[in-house]
């Protein structure tokens, strides 16, 4: 079981009020909730619907997530829980970043080596300047890198790619993400109203 594997859940009731939860199965979670043995305050107020979920983190964190939205009024609870999902992305995005700028460092490092020994030249000596004059030529502008793609991205441009729409085995197919994953983020972006169903289990841009 990963350490990560842990979630921290919002259902609306059929009273319309909300119930918070954590679990590390959502699918296992809301089926037991549905058949009256997943929570006290459920029991008697099924059927109940999935409105928020947040990414995986570890045990510790969902429980303290969950304390925090317990703490909220019920308006503010599933803001509270997307406000968690904004922040731990721009974590991720910032720690993928950081992998990336070590691993160019790492690089340079190890062509400036290249460079020393192909030239003969030891680290601490220089090549002598010439004073010749150079003509100036002009400097192309370098391409700009285009943004490294989420993967929340990633399954919505091959969503909005089909005109058909799209299920969850042709997503995990074109990503290689796993059935989890997959449905996880499907989940939360047609809560946020970025994707519709199309069908039963086909998903197209909203």
């Known amino acids: 079981m990963s ?16 119930y918070c939860g954590v679990t590390n199965d959502i699918n296992r979670r809301l089926l037991e909730h549905n058949s009256g043995r997943g929570a006290k305050y459920t029991k008697s107020r099924t059927p109940i619907v999935l409105v928020g979920i947040s990414p995986e983190m570890k045990k510790r964190d969902a429980f303290r997530l969950e304390y925090r939205i317990k703490q909220v009024s019920a308006d ?12 731990m992305t721009i974590k991720k995005d910032l720690q993928n970043l950081k992998k990336e700028i070590k691993a160019l460092g790492t690089q340079m490092e190890k062509l400036i080596k290249e460079f020393d020994k192909s030239h003969k030249l030891g680290p ?3 090549a002598p300047l010439k ?30 790619q089909s005109k058909k729409g799209v299920n969850a085995a042709t997503l ?19 809560n946020e109203g ?3 169903r199309a069908g039963r289990g086909i998903y197209v841009g909203a």
């Open 3 to 18: 350490e990560n594997g842990w979630v921290v859940y919002l259902v609306r009731c059929v009273d319309q009020s909300l």
């Open 76 to 87: 503010k609870k599933l803001s509270e829980l997307k406000k968690e999902e904004r922040q």
């Open 124 to 126: 601490a000596k220089k």
């Open 131 to 160: 004073t010749t004059k150079r003509a100036t030529t002009k400097k192309v502008p370098a391409k700009k890198r285009s943004p490294r793609l989420t993967a929340t991205d990633r399954v919505l441009k091959f969503i909005s």
């Open 172 to 190: 995990m197919k074109k990503t290689g993400f796993d059935d989890k994953k997959i449905r996880n983020i499907l989940q939360r972006t047609f």
């Open 194 to 196: 970025r994707i519709k």
